[in-house]
């Protein structure tokens, strides 16, 4: 596949996700509206990895959060 520019690239807001679909295409899905994109050149592996890595640096962060948060409490449970 060739190199797209940046600017005929798919441009998706952040509540966006997709499914793949049985014939060679996509089915995206948004809080305003949905659409299906067909086609053998899709190339969507790439974005997708990048924003799943963000999502599970995330969740990391909230595990921690809540690990702390639960460790505080049985501190202070300690010394009521």
Known sequence: MT?????????????????????????????????????????????SRKKLDEQRYKDKLTAIRIERLNKIKQKKFKYN
């Open 3 to 47: 190199r797209l520019i940046p600017a005929a690239r798919l441009k998706v807001k952040e509540d966006t996700f997709f499914l793949p679909v049985q014939n060679d295409g996509v089915y995206f899905r948004n809080n305003v509206d949905t659409f299906r994109m067909e086609g053998d050149q899709l190339e969507i592996e790439r974005a």
